[in-house]
């Protein structure tokens, strides 16, 4: 347990000393070793901040695991990548996935909610703020974790199997096991709530939109409940937002200086600027497929605002050009995810005029007049089972390499898929055990429980 404690002093120094901030000397003493002694609002504000500074860059290793991406057939790429796009899971190579930060930014978030009494120098609104946004960010890093390494709630049994330990304390002693998906999300829920109760900014400027506030609150309610399949309330979530914020970029004004792309933080979609789920060494190794690229139909306007040039030397794959790795392409929540889920529910729900109506006001926004006139008239004539599909379809191009695809494929049909890689054909078969992640060995290693 010492080497733990170690981790956890390490983990909060770097942070200090990456943030720079003056106030770090006064609060981060390790008092005994591995227990933060903040006490004003400012100094646990420093303390989330470097939660959110954690680079969060699973989720884009996760789209190299689907058809629409193909590793890079450079050196240090392959050296990096190539067994997280073949699925192997007996002794991988190159990167591995994240397991240890999420756990860190959990312990930031806990620290600030068992001390919220304890917090000086702050008004009650401000303090209340903080500390909803930690409980966010506690049930942020526990849907995150789940979705890696838990089974997807709405595969048949998967609610009571084991997925990943729930840490709802600061005991530093506890070696917990795991718990099932169904308590990982009623705990997710619960934080959910208790930040709805607390947190007061209906939005952040522009410069802090990285923050949690009362419209992602809602954000992720409705992704929570579209996951569980819970789809009247994934629905009432998502118009929640759009009742308040309901605005989308045009890409038939996309040479007008006012544009931007859609999943910038300065974006009029935006909602939580907080993650950039690609690192520089997972953007440059990543390529747009063929097969993928053929989703976009004539008229989408998308298409050239997605993907770059062909690379002729990694076999006709396409640069990726709509997101890279800098902080200009942080995003977490936007509205455009929300009328995609709003559209979803309501299509499981056979309510299919008003789920049409969420789908086509987005198409409008992201095709030629031509274009979408030919998609209105195909949407309407869609029966429940097809308007569904369409709709999944429309998740993958307009959430594109933001992070959603793999955990959109595990949720729903966890189909077949099929990459041919020097001249070898590998399969994920449909429900395979592969479309979960296993724990890291490091985590494993560290506590053997996680075996059980």
Partial sequence: MDKIKKLYTIFIISGCLVLSLTSCDSFLDIQPVGKVIPNTLEEYRALITTAYGVDLTDRGMCDMRTEDISVSKDEFDQNNFKDIERWVTSNPSGTEFGWSYYYQNIYYANAIINKKNEITEGSEAEINQLVGEAYFMRGYMHFLLVNLYGQPYTKEGAPTSKAIPLKLSLDLEEMPSRNTVEEIYTSILSDIENARQLINHKEWETDYNYRFSKLAVDAFESRVRLYKGEWQAAYNAAERVLEQKSALEDYNNNNSTDFQMPNTY????????????????????????????????????????????????????????????????????????????????????????????????????????????????????????????????ERARELAFEGHRWFDLRRTTRPEQRKTIDGQTLILSQDDERYTLRIPQSAIAANPDLMN
């Avoid at 002729?312 to 009328?339: H, M, P, V, W």
């Fill in 266 to 393: 300065t974006s009029v979609e935006s909602i939580t600027a907080y993650e950039n789920v690609y690192s520089r060494n997972g953007i440059n190794a990543s390529l747009a497929t063929p097969t993928f690229v053929k989703m976009f139909k004539e008229g989408d306007l998308r298409t050239e605002r997605y993907f770059g040039d062909v690379d002729e030397e990694n076999d006709g794959n396409y640069k990726i050009i709509k997101t890279n790795e800098t902080s200009q392409y942080k995003c977490t929540f936007r509205t455009a995810e929300l009328y995609l889920n709003a559209a979803e529910a309501l299509a499981q729900l056979d309510q299919l005029p008003e789920a049409r109506d969420y789908l086509l006001k987005l198409m409008e926004k992201r095709y030629t007049s031509a274009g979408y006139t030919q998609k209105k008239n195909e949407v309407n004539a869609m029966n429940q089972a097809e308007l569904i599909t369409e709709i999944l379809n």
